[in-house]
């Protein structure tokens, strides 16, 4: 486990917020709001609204970018979810499962960029994830399809020094925990490969509690998003708004020693992004300065003096 240079308290937690929950905003002024709230970065996904992709301008937008994070002490990651940036028509489509070769070699292409983007920018990952298995393909294929895909993503990720964050994401080929360590073990658990932890989802649908999920993923987290959620039900939610605890799940997530950011993903909320951007932050603040109080087992009430009877009431279970 990775501990402060200072001590043995592990690192604070940094928080950023994702600009697909602030889509209704100019770019500049969703990270002039976000550095004004206190945010320590942001979760940048590649999209036509803000750091589009496919612009042939892109390697100078993205200088310029970097100054701006620079300039308002913001750190980043960047994220590829983006629904629609490939294909006005399919949501998330293409995808790296696709059975059309060429179709993947555009999703591929989109990674490539972001790995590029990502190392321009200084970011501390890539998030991605696999999609899901097209209608007709088994899933043997799918995987193989999964990993074929990545092996360029890895290798201009290890060139660029930049780690690629694979998400388990509900209804997709990779979905869970266990999915992720497959395509390691697939691929020959390569030291560019991380995850994406999204809290919300170890709630929705992984066997452990969401707490019990960040220990065990800690040696491989490469990035972390956050919202609250309902079991069985993939739906992002505001906190308060769904069924998690937070306190144990960030005093789990300090005690990994992880660096990056922790990005709320609220990305169906952002006809409110300013509202919610506003509220999440200190709520998170709240709950991670709950996590690391110093919990005192309570003494028991006028707990008796040697010799004499227990003061604890008769048939009482304390």
Request: glycine fraction near 10%; aromatic fraction near 4%; charge should be negative.
């Amino acid at each position: 486990m990775s501990r402060d240079t200072n001590g043995d308290a592990p690192p604070p937690l940094r928080f950023g917020y994702g600009t697909n929950g602030l889509a209704d905003l100019r770019l500049d002024d969703a990270l002039a709001l976000l550095a004004d709230l206190g945010y320590d970065g942001v979760g940048l996904t590649l999209d036509h609204m803000h750091l589009d992709p496919l612009d042939p301008d892109l390697a100078a937008r993205t200088r310029r970018l970097a100054g701006r994070l620079a300039a308002l002490g913001l750190g980043v990651t960047v994220e590829t979810g983006a629904r629609y940036v490939l294909d006005p028509r399919r949501k998330h489509g293409p995808s790296l499962l696709d059975p059309d070769a060429d179709a993947r070699a555009r999703r591929v292409t989109l990674l490539l960029r972001a790995v590029r983007v990502a190392a321009d920018l200084g970011a501390h990952a890539v998030h991605c994830f696999s999609g899901t298995t097209p209608p007709g393909t088994d899933r043997d294929t799918a995987w193989k399809r999964l990993a074929e895909a990545l092996t360029p993503v890895l290798d201009a990720a290890a060139a660029a020094g930049v780690p690629l964050a694979v998400e388990p994401e509900p209804g997709h080929l990779l979905a869970t925990l266990d999915d992720f360590h497959r395509l390691r073990r697939t691929l020959g658990t390569p030291e560019t490969l991380g995850l994406t932890l999204d809290i919300g989802h170890c709630q929705c649908l992984e066997p452990l509690p969401p707490a019990d999920c960040v220990r065990a993923a800690g040696p491989w987290l490469r990035h972390v998003q956050i919202e609250d959620m309902r079991r069985g039900v993939h739906e992002h939610l505001p906190f308060g708004d769904g069924e998690i605890d937070f306190p144990p799940v960030l005093a789990a997530l300090a005690a990994t020693g992880y660096r990056g950011l922790t990005v709320v993903e609220l990305p169906r909320h952002s006809h409110a992004g300013p509202h919610h951007a506003e509220r999440s932050l200190p709520f998170l603040r709240r709950a991670a300065a709950a996590s690391a109080a110093p919990t005192h087992p309570p003494a028991p009430p006028d707990a008796a003096r040697p010799g004499e009877p227990s003061a604890a009431p008769e048939g009482s279970t304390t």
